[in-house]
């Protein structure tokens, strides 16, 4: 079982989700300047985490069904967060409170091992991240990102994963065809 999943699962079996929200396209579920210490547990649907630099969206990470996603930077500071969370469709998530998460955490050392790996995890792909933006080809762009998350491409408009990776939907949809 892979991580996200058993976090998933522990959370589900303690009953620990606070709510359940469906946002609609477009929505936004964090506005930049806001404070969001919640934790989000993606049912249906996807999501763009941006930033918006220079009046340009710049755009960071995305979230799709089956996995997690946060404003981690005001989860971890209590601060507001620099990032928005939009929906790019119609999206179902489970909602968990900062307080509701930290003592689910707190309960056993197995649920602080998963938090310490889901953290671990989370490092290494913005580290991959990072690699990605130092890349000048986009061919080689786009071959890394497809080999990393496969799932990328059948959850998220070709538009936004254009963007995501610095170039064109034009290039990205002739990479796609080579």
Do not use: C
């Amino acid at each position: 079982m892979d991580i996200i999943t058993s976090l998933y699962t522990n959370l589900e079996q303690g009953n620990y989700w606070d709510a359940t929200i469906t946002l609609k396209r477009n929505e936004y579920l964090t506005l930049a300047h806001s404070i969001d210490t919640n934790i989000y547990y993606i049912e249906t649907g996807s999501l763009k985490i941006s930033i918006l630099l220079d009046d340009h969206e710049h755009l960071i990470r995305f979230g799709y069904r089956n996995n997690f996603i946060a404003a981690l930077d005001s989860f971890i500071t209590n601060k507001p967060t620099e990032f928005y969370i939009q929906a790019l469709k119609k999206t179902t998530i489970r909602v968990i409170h900062k307080e509701h998460y930290l003592q689910f955490i707190n309960s056993n050392s197995n649920n602080q091992l998963i938090w310490e790996m889901l953290l671990q995890n989370l490092i290494l792909q913005q580290m991959e991240r990072e690699k990605d933006l130092l890349i000048k080809s986009p061919k080689a762009r786009y071959e890394r990102v497809l080999k990393r998350s496969p799932l990328l491409f059948q959850e998220i408009p070709n538009k936004y994963i254009a963007a995501y990776l610095g170039m064109s939907a034009e290039t990205l949809s002739r990479l796609k065809k080579s």
